[in-house]
């Protein structure tokens, strides 16, 4: 099994940042591409942004595309989300995913290992 713990979360006015971490434990050897999705209150689970094993290929939803930046660092076993120019439409539960295949996807059932998720929250 693979163990993914997210922290990072926190409470930020509009137009700040935060970054989020994401450390992997267990049988890492079984993570490839890693990702992150948010849930907002009462709505579906979104992809927010995708990183494959090397790094070097990278997939963002259009809505944060240019203000969030994934990165990993697989020596450390750890993926991060920096969050800048922060929206109150950021404000959901962030969770980290991770797949055992190369493919960054957007759909939710395309990860195997979740974590358990850090809270966002940005006031206006």
């Known amino acids: 099994q693979v163990q993914l713990v997210e922290s990072g979360g926190g409470l930020v006015q509009h137009g700040g940042s935060l970054r989020l971490s994401c450390a992997a434990s267990?049988?890492?050897?079984?993570?490839?591409?890693m990702g992150w999705f948010r849930q907002a209150p009462g709505k579906e689970r979104e992809f927010v942004a995708g990183?494959?094993?090397?790094?070097?290929?990278?997939n963002y939803a259009d809505t944060v595309k240019g203000r969030f930046t994934i990165s990993r660092d697989n020596a450390k076993n750890t993926m991060y989300l920096q969050m800048n120019s922060l929206k109150p439409d950021d404000t959901a539960v962030y969770y980290c995913?991770?797949?055992?295949?190369?493919?960054?996807?957007?759909?939710?059932?395309?990860?195997?290992?979740w974590g358990q998720g850090t809270q966002v929250t940005v006031s206006s």
């Open positions: 995913a991770a797949s055992n295949t190369n493919t960054v996807s957007t759909m939710v059932y395309h990860y195997r290992y």
């Open positions: 990183i494959k094993w090397s790094g070097r290929s990278t």
């Open positions: 267990g049988r890492t050897f079984d993570v490839y591409a």
